[in-house]
């Protein structure tokens, strides 16, 4: 082989060996950030979100007394939302009258004390997938920062969430749920936004994870595109997935779903990874959701740099039975975080259940300021 050969070939094969290493290089950047994040960091992220103070009973009561619906007996899923930055806070939340679901909300100066309860969104009409009650909550925001106000945005001119619904009437959760689109002009009242369910188990991409019931949604805009968390069940088992959008309406699954799946046997979350709520934290995603295991519900976190790939801290930020009052001895699950600036704390709300099912929305503070 000649000398000129001889370089050409060497020089063929550096090209190759450089291609080859810079794929290399690629996958490695791409799984690396796609990868389960350290314990050391999971830690390190969570400590923010631990160690709470409790309030001592619940701030929104099994029957809160809404004028014109005596036969509430159980309220669940709080939301907290505001319309502008100098606005009071609102919060939606579910009232149960043992035949559905009809979502409420309420008004507070101080986000303690909650007043001028009024119906939002009520039962849809017979034979519709939301005939059984409607769960609002998952907002568009403004801005999804952790410490971010939680501001309603318009999008098309009006505000916009997510609901979860239910078909029939007569129970708790009755299967199969649905998700569905609503609309306000002015933040207080909501109606249906388009006449199908986004989510369902009779959608083509639903996998077999998901196949008995879709529960709760929590939107989140980023980048110009929709991420919709939800949970859902196949049986007894309920995980977290994620499906997404460029119009609020049309929805495409995860293939890789699900995201937050349940955990190992023993584990605080061997059963359920549910009702996520995700914010963005200075350089991360971080997602509340709730584990059933050990004997109940408790509120549990899991972090991500790409709102795909979650690690979860196996250890609760908050587990059941942490009031010594007994409001929560069963369930502590499903929660609201909102940050006040006037004196620098977490407010987190969350549906609180005792030991002889009595379920109302409790509250805990990231400082001692009851």
């Not at 007394?65 to 806070?89: A, E, N, R």
Request: proline share 6%; glycine share 10%.
């Amino acid at each position: 082989m000649q000398l000129s050969h001889i370089h050409l070939w060497f020089s063929v094969i550096s090209i190759v060996i450089g291609f080859s290493a810079l794929q290399m290089g690629t996958q490695e950047r791409s799984v690396k950030n796609g990868s389960q994040i350290d314990p050391e960091t999971i830690k390190k992220w969570s400590q923010p979100y631990r160690n709470w103070y409790y309030y001592p009973d619940y701030v929104i009561a099994p029957n809160p007394g809404i004028p014109g619906f005596d036969s509430i007996k159980l309220t669940d899923v709080p939301t907290v939302y505001q319309l502008d930055k100098t606005d009071q806070w609102h919060m939606t939340f579910i009232g149960f009258d043992g035949v559905g679901y009809q979502s409420f909300t309420a008004k507070s100066n101080d986000l303690i004390h909650w007043s001028d309860f009024q119906l939002a969104m009520g039962y849809g009409p017979d034979g519709s997938f939301d005939f059984g009650g409607v769960v609002l909550g998952a907002f568009l925001y403004q801005d999804y920062d952790i410490k971010s106000p939680r501001i309603l945005k318009r999008h098309r001119e009006r505000y916009f969430s997510l609901y979860g619904a239910y078909p029939r009437q007569g129970g708790y959760e009755l299967r199969p749920g649905y998700e569905g689109l609503a609309s306000s002009t002015d933040g207080k009242i909501w109606r249906r936004a388009a006449e199908e369910p986004i989510l369902s188990i009779y959608q083509d991409d639903c996998k077999e994870w998901e196949e008995s019931c879709i529960y709760q949604p929590w939107l989140v805009e980023h980048d110009g595109r929709f991420f919709n968390f939800y949970n859902a069940a196949n049986g007894s088992v309920e995980q977290t997935g994620l499906a997404t959008s460029d119009d609020l309406v049309h929805w495409q699954r995860y293939p890789q779903n699900p995201v937050v799946p349940h955990g190992e046997k023993g584990s605080y979350n061997e059963q359920f990874s549910s009702d996520p709520k995700v914010f963005w934290d200075t350089d991360h995603w971080v997602m509340f959701y709730f584990g059933v295991g050990q004997g109940g519900a408790h509120i549990m976190v899991a972090f991500s740099h790409d709102l795909k790939n979650w690690t979860i801290d196996p250890d609760p930020l908050y587990k059941r039975g942490g009031n010594p009052s007994g409001l929560d001895a069963k369930y502590a699950h499903k929660i609201s975080l909102v940050w006040n600036p006037a004196n620098e704390t977490f407010y987190m709300f969350y549906c609180a259940v005792d030991k002889n099912d009595n379920r109302g929305i409790g509250l805990i503070s990231s400082k001692p300021i009851f």
